[in-house]
């Protein structure tokens, strides 16, 4: 995989009956097609970060995250590829407590220690000082120097990368979607579409407090909103409507969608398409940003409390 490329992922358009009464046109960019597990925004995050790394003369990452996070796979794997060792900074110092226990029921992390990550695992107190100087000290007494990268990725070189999801072609849509976690892909979106365009983002979080992080990346476009009424409960919550309608959407289309994200915005799309949200005609693109790795680890925890429910 080749990190220096121009990656153009394709536009898959959706057929769905719902679609046709009010000559709505709805395709989706597949972004998850990029690679496996380095797949959507984390390889449009990772690219330039990784340039970055290397011209510093770097030789390990270290990154920050939760057990079933997208983000830590895609940078075990990302570094791999490039030469680089990696460690992550894991929320929940119980997870080590049995490390081969965790592995065993963890793919996450099972996969990103296969692919050469070291893990710390720290408590969530510690955690949510991650970003301290205290604590960068602590991690550089141990580990040596290394490059830095967010938690879920997002800083300006990341946004950078997320700049180059959209292409000339897709000029021609009245609406861009996306959905949103740290805030960075939104923010490339924005800083790379028309005037005449508008970008929706679906935060998989409560609150709006991704406004203001977005802002900060963005060059001072008005034309964008986000849409906070489909986080059915907040990130890693979820429904049994949720569930059913990631399966249904499958089956009829061949699209996977994941239950952090990408499943909560297409949620979100066809419900505002159904109330009538968009304009008669409107023209929607939606960006599938990957995270499908993380639907093994999901289904665990669905067996774990004994539920009936899956993820095809």
């Not at 008005?222 to 429904?239: A, C, I, P, R, T």
């Amino acid at each position: 995989m080749n990190f220096n490329s121009q990656i153009q992922s394709k536009n898959q358009h959706i057929v769905l009956p719902e679609l046709e009464a009010n000559n709505y046109q709805l395709f989706i960019k597949r972004e998850d097609q990029i690679h496996p597990l380095v797949s959507g925004n984390k390889f449009r995050k990772l690219k330039y970060n990784l340039q970055e790394a290397l011209d510093q003369k770097q030789t390990t990452l270290l990154t920050f995250g939760g057990a079933f996070s997208n983000h830590i796979l895609a940078t075990a794997v990302a570094g791999e590829l490039t030469g680089l060792k990696t460690i992550g900074i894991i929320r929940g110092d119980e997870l080590g407590n049995d490390l081969e226990k965790t592995l065993v029921t963890n793919s996450t992390l099972r996969n990103a220690s296969e692919h050469g990550m070291q893990f710390e695992f720290v408590s969530r107190e510690t955690y949510r000082n991650k970003t301290s100087i205290e604590f960068t000290e602590i991690l550089k007494k141990k580990y040596g120097d290394f490059y830095s990268i967010p938690e879920g990725g997002t800083n300006a070189l990341a946004v950078k990368g997320c700049e180059e999801i959209l292409t000339s072609d897709d000029n021609e849509f009245d609406y861009i979607c996306s959905c949103v976690g740290t805030g960075g892909t939104l923010a490339g979106i924005i800083n790379s579409i028309e005037a005449s365009q508008k970008v929706i983002g679906f935060p998989a979080l409560k609150g709006d407090f991704l406004i203001k992080e977005i802002q900060h990346y963005c060059r001072g476009q008005k034309n964008w909103q986000l849409v906070s009424d489909y986080h059915f409960g907040g990130y890693g919550k979820y429904s049994d409507e949720l569930i059913h309608f990631i399966n249904r959407f499958k089956e009829d289309t061949m699209i996977p969608l994941d239950p952090i994200y990408t499943g909560k915005m297409m949620f979100g799309v066809l419900d505002m398409i159904k109330k009538n949200t968009f304009p008669k005609g409107s023209k929607i693109l939606i960006i599938h940003s990957g995270g499908l790795q993380g639907i093994e680890g999901f289904n665990h925890r669905l067996k774990r409390k004994n539920s009936d429910l899956k993820i095809l």
